[in-house]
């Protein structure tokens, strides 16, 4: 285990953990989102980007498009410009993969972002400044059953990689069966929290245990790495890295092998796998929304959060 | 960790889990297996086999040929064609285990088969089909038996893996202190349960997961992998490759090293390192064999069963 | 994982665990090194070894150069000839540490040896052997309130492993953040103490376990292995193996890094990472003592550890 290389991008993502988007950055890019989004008319929910003759649904920020002769669908995070969890995007994430778990022609989604560069930028900083403490204990308690949702789904979930993936957005990877990188350097995956002067919660700390082993996992989450591809697949943080045009083909054909096991045993199997890790957070689920609610109302904390978003609203102009 | 190698192999692996002996296959083999047995006189357990001057024992189905001189013994699995772990295998495999950790002229066990090709098929689902509770039961309690026991041998334990290994049979390689396969593109290595359709008991998780960490484990188990050789040695399921004709012979090596060690120190160490695994059934041996009995007793997996052994019976005439 | 490598090297490991200083080996150099140390007068506390302007401090067996302008400093054992950890090592070290923790000045303390070629011995047999209990009880609560102290320290460890590390030596370096080897076939690092005959205690193995994985740490454990620094790298027991010139600079330019990540977030990650594992031996911390002081006590053991200091002071002579 070579653990060094990942350190060296450790600077440069202190202030744009997505490591992408010069002049827009961050949360200054969730402002613009929405305009973004609205601009966009080919983009809307029924609008193209499903195979031919498939009918996408979904939500706003959900687009969903159903391959039912695969088995499965194709979910695209559509909150442009950065996939930034606000709680409607986790509540459609939610919603999406509910109403995909309960139709049975799926057995499997892929997750991807409709906006290749980013994948996403994670948990939205907006939803965790200047509000009061009931609508952060909302707020959190949508990404905890984001996660639980995820990490215990029946489903085959593989995650297509393709753009940079910090933080609550790596933790969505992975939460996942599979996770495939685009190879572009710029894409960098990993849960940099404590780069923000914030600490990842137990729950994420653990899925990344299970994922990459204690001592790689402990050194990652201290110094919050960000890996590019190399060292992504090196540390295991991810399964795979293909060219960058080739990250929605190797899904599917991922998506295939994981699709020809038994379905009944392959999901017991995966429960058996993971129930005791989402056992630790539903035996402590309120204590840690209280957690997080005192900890981000704490007034150094805010204080925090204010200059980074200034700062980042001051660089979009 | 690159994880995706062990992937190709699944598809092969769903019919004939041990890989090879075209035409006799698994369940069928597994009858053959009795005439070919008493077909073979040289095979008797007090005949060749063992050192010069080394005399054998053991029972029907399992070969020792004591080496005192190297404080040792090599343990043969010999129930032609496949080695299936039938009740009287488990049994015999116990009482040849006690016998020599009972003598102090042995430290250290190899254990391999006597019929180089197959290491073993696993458990034998003669023993799951068309039979009442009780005797499931009965079973049951014999695979954990053998588990404990070799999981918490004080012997030294090295597997010289000369053949395909699936399910139950990896599971006995798993449960031994050192694995050496032989390179043989045909001598697969895993916990393929799922492909059958079936789940590996938690206790069968937990050794792989304590083998090959908590990642490669969920997903071998989730798809079933078989390894062939050189993923078996990356991913970590098989300590040492050698050619074919090297396994015994690497395998006396290695015992040798390992038995340098002073004992006492070495074994209260592999108890420190493997009690609490193996407490994890110990606490709930009676409900791991109910929850047995009742998924095999299901009409729809004992029709999957009936199914899949009609079909490797065919397959032999 | 080629975990076969580190095999190797055991068997020269026995009588010499730290594999150097011929002539002069094991417990007879602690005896040599008090005079040693008290011979060698431009090694007092308050002499050269700091940075231009640094003002050394310490205590006669831990030599402490600050370095404030960089926020860190530098702790080096001067025990000589091989630091084993006497009692009084042990206590000046958690002062050391203590009083670094509790100036704001310092965030970070590279542990080093001041006698390259040997980092530290590990244990100090003289405190295992011919003592009445109260003795043994009181130098095994020091091992423990060293390993807690430096394990849980909300400082950044990094280990600038300049010398052999073996048993008690290895578990100073596991407990830090960062381990940095010097290129030295003869620098060898692992918990052996199998090959003493003695058996490591549980938080041993689990500090093992978390740096290197279950399988790893089992093997490296039962066998007692000394990795030399190729294989070290490879197995993860170190994050790094620099020529051996380089190990100095390359713990600041480490710590550099490290200190560069917000300090609390970092904290109450590695708090978050190391709690529960602290806390296994928190819970049963007598219980622990009092199996030390009645293992040590038996006859046997200390007739084993008699004669092996009695080889060990013939050689010197």
């Not at 060094?4 to 744009?16: D, F, I, T, Y």
């Not at 009918?55 to 909150?79: I, N, Q």
């Not at 049975?104 to 009061?132: N, W, Y």
């Not at 905890?144 to 297509?160: D, P």
């Amino acid at each position: 285990m070579a653990l060094a290389a990942g350190a060296r991008v450790q600077a440069r993502a202190l202030l744009r953990p997505w490591g992408r988007a010069p002049g827009l950055t961050g949360l200054a890019l969730w402002f613009a989102g929405s305009r973004v989004l609205s601009a966009a008319p080919g983009r809307t929910p029924a609008a193209g980007g499903g195979g031919p003759g498939a009918r996408c649904f979904g939500s706003p920020r959900v687009l969903v498009e159903p391959d039912p002769a695969a088995g499965m669908a194709v979910m695209k995070l559509r909150k442009p410009p950065v996939n930034s969890l606000s709680l409607e995007l986790l509540t459609e994430l939610v919603i999406s993969l509910e109403k995909l778990e309960n139709d049975k022609s799926f057995q499997g989604v892929i997750i991807t972002s409709d906006s290749p560069g980013i994948f996403s930028a994670g948990l939205d900083l907006m939803e965790m400044c200047g509000r009061d403490p009931a609508h952060y204990a909302e707020y959190w308690k949508a990404v905890q059953e984001l996660w639980l949702r995820l990490y215990l789904s029946h489903l085959v979930l593989i995650c297509a990689v393709n753009g940079a993936s910090p933080a609550g957005g790596c933790l969505l990877a992975l939460s996942c069966d599979y996770r495939i990188l685009a190879d572009n350097p710029k894409y960098t995956i990993g849960l940099n929290e404590t780069q923000l002067g914030i600490v990842a919660p137990f729950w994420f700390a653990d899925t990344l245990v299970n994922t990459i082993g204690h001592r790689a996992a402990e050194r990652a989450l201290q110094l919050g790495l960000l890996f590019p591809p190399a060292e992504a697949l090196q540390v295991g943080i991810v399964d795979q890295v293909v060219p960058e045009d080739q990250v929605q083909s190797t899904a599917r054909s991922v998506m295939a092998q994981w699709l020809a096991v038994p379905g009944h045993a392959r999901q017991l199997t995966k429960n058996l796998m993971r129930k005791a890790t989402a056992d630790r957070l539903l035996k402590q689920r309120d204590a840690d929304i209280q957690n997080f609610v005192s900890f981000i109302s704490r007034d150094s904390i805010q204080k925090s959060l204010h200059v980074y978003i200034e700062k980042l609203q001051k660089k979009k102009v």
